[in-house]
């Protein structure tokens, strides 16, 4: 059950696009739909962002967005805004019927 | 609304044992599976366990297999973990949340610190 690698830290200005990567194995989130993101902001408990890996969650902003090719599943903020500012953590449903979560990344709106 | 609300937390030694309790309202408690996650003190998210709708499948990480047992009593609307032989590491704020690969809903969590 190893977690699955996100990069540590993403950055963007207002406005921008960014990209933040979740990779796994074919056992994990190459194999499976259940791909999920939360946001994460200091003291508080995370929100879903995306399930099912393209599907966003009644009140989500259009801004996020998620996809996923192969082994890598990957959520895209566009009109980065500075309440994006967060730590965000992809999950996957893997094939020993557990869930496993990705390492976070912390995005920074400079 | 839908409303989770754990409670249970608290300083424990090495060793030692410790039930938490999530309290859940606002929704047909018995119609989904519920999760428990963890967060260490500025660490990520770590998955812990869940359980289906009628309890009869569970399932656990390996970090906590053997130590911890998931339970539910959807008469009560309520989701347990029963913590033993507690370990520094297991120190982090604990989340229930309703569902697995899809945890929309998630409690304020609560706080377990094992150390001597």
């Known amino acids: 059950q190893s977690a699955l690698t996100q990069p540590a830290s993403v950055s963007g200005s207002p406005g921008q696009s960014i990209t933040i990567s979740c990779t796994g194995t074919?056992?994990?989130?190459?194999?499976?739909?259940?791909v999920s993101w939360y946001q994460q902001h200091p003291g508080k408990a995370p929100k879903l962002m995306i399930y099912e890996v393209t599907n966003r969650p009644s009140g989500v902003s259009n801004r996020f967005s998620g996809s996923k090719s192969g082994n890598t599943a990957s959520l895209t903020i566009s009109g980065l805004q500075a309440e994006d500012e967060a730590d965000y953590y992809c999950s996957s449903y893997t094939s020993s019927s557990t869930l496993v979560f990705g390492t976070g990344t912390k995005v920074t709106v400079l | 609304q839908v409303q989770l609300v754990e409670s249970g937390g608290g300083l424990v030694k090495p060793g030692g044992s410790l039930r938490l309790s999530c309290a859940a309202s606002g929704f047909t408690f018995s119609d989904y599976y519920m999760s428990w996650i963890r967060q260490a003190p500025g660490k990520g998210l770590e998955w812990v366990s869940y359980?289906?709708?009628?309890?009869?499948?569970?399932y656990y990480a390996d970090s906590v297999k053997g130590r911890f047992t998931i339970s539910r009593d959807n008469a009560k609307n309520s989701l347990y973990l029963q913590m033993t032989s507690l370990r520094a590491e297991d120190t982090a704020v604990y989340y229930c949340?309703?569902?697995?690969?899809?945890?929309?809903?998630w409690g304020q969590g609560t706080l377990v610190t094992v150390s001597s």
């Open positions: 074919s056992s994990d989130v190459g194999g499976y739909k259940y």
């Open positions: 949340a309703r569902g697995t690969t899809r945890a929309e809903y």
């Open positions: 359980i289906i709708s009628s309890g009869s499948t569970i």
